[in-house]
């Protein structure tokens, strides 16, 4: 994509819980280099199963404890002279050094980040000025109950900043001249603090139990779509039929973002049930396929003309103020930790 750099919404990278991965894609022993947050930084599983992401270049050459590091222990080694670093960021040992330089004893060399394991997914709290966290994210019951099926995942890399993808679900008018709803939904939308829901209505022809459809009476379906922070969206679609939704979003870097949609579904569920369930998955995923080529070639207005049926827009901007933090010189995490300058 030649034009991204026109395209800079100018905002930073929110602060927030973020899936660096599901937990299934990281084994114990398993090191990855990933690349979030505007930096490359080094994703590990220990030998005990903590999954600990950080800083990923060495304090004593540079080398990136990605690109060949091992697992040892509770730390991880360095490919180029194996100084083991722990999950902490502090030197653990140097294997051919028979003092310890005073410089890796006085605590930490590289920034690890806060750490949660969580509805399958491994979290990371990202902070600009790598300050602690500041609120919690959801347990999604349904992702360990037995009695619901395995995850139905899909996932896309967008080149958005992460607010635009979190508008979308207040922007109401667009769900009829983008994908196509028949009416404009209602939405009501509560605040409170990081925390943030939006139940939306529309009419839909009446279901019951066995799965029948009755075209002539219309019923309220509610869709309620929560927000846990900029990280994690919560969509629940409960009618005679039940699905739940985990949205993530991870920004690459301040106008590239990684969506993931995890679904999944009651396991004791009728052929005609699951076939209602798979089509409203399908029709989900379908529209990020309309929203992604607007997204991707829209610039982002600050102060945007509003008109009184676009929705709670305008609140829900001054909501996701909260996640932006004002950069401490010399502090953010975008500058690798070198040992030499």
């Known amino acids: 994509m030649g034009h991204e750099h026109d395209l800079s919404s100018g905002l930073p990278i929110p602060l927030g819980w973020y899936a660096v991965a599901y937990s299934k894609d990281l084994e114990p022993k398993d090191v990855q280099a990933v690349s979030i947050f505007g930096q490359e930084l080094v994703l590990f599983r220990t030998e005990s199963g903590q999954a600990q992401l950080m800083e990923p270049y060495c304090p004593h050459l540079g ?24 999950t902490a960021g502090g030197v653990q040992k140097i294997p051919y050094a028979k003092n310890m330089p005073k410089r890796a004893t006085e605590g930490p060399c590289l920034h690890t980040f806060p750490m949660q394991e969580l509805n399958q997914m491994i ?17 999604v019951a349904e992702f360990s109950d037995p009695s619901w099926s395995e995850l139905d995942t899909y996932e896309w890399e ?61 019923e309220d379906m509610h869709l309620v779509t929560q927000n ?5 969206a919560l969509q629940v679609f409960a009618r005679a ?28 569920i009728s052929e005609q049930f699951n076939m209602f369930t798979d089509v409203l998955i399908e029709e989900i995923v379908r529209q990020v396929g309309h929203d992604i080529p607007i997204w991707e070639n829209k610039i982002y207005r600050d102060n ?16 996701f103020k909260q996640f932006y933090a004002e950069e401490d010189e010399g502090q953010t995490t975008t500058t690798p930790l070198r040992a030499v300058k």
């Open 304 to 319: 945007p003309i509003l008109c009184d049926g676009d929705g709670p827009i305008a609140k829900y901007r001054k909501w």
């Open 228 to 232: 846990f922070g900029p990280g994690m």
């Open 158 to 218: 967008i080149n958005t900043c992460l607010q635009e993808s979190g508008e979308n679900a207040v922007d109401i008018a667009h769900f009829v001249y983008v994908h196509g709803t028949h009416e404009m939904p209602q939405a009501t939308v509560t605040l409170d603090g990081a925390h943030r829901s939006t139940d939306m209505v529309t009419s839909s022809p009446a279901i019951d139990e066995d799965g029948n459809i009755d075209m002539t009476k219309m």
């Open 63 to 86: 080398a990136h404890l990605g690109h060949g590091g091992k697992v040892v222990g509770e730390a991880i080694a360095c490919p180029f002279h194996a100084w083991e670093i722990d």
């Open 123 to 139: 979290w990371a709290w990202y902070h600009p000025n790598k300050e602690a966290p500041s609120f919690d994210i959801q347990e």
């Open 241 to 268: 039929f039940k699905t739940v939704m985990m949205a993530t979003m991870v920004p690459i870097d301040a106008d590239r973002i990684k969506l993931r949609f995890a679904f999944t579904k009651p396991n004791d």
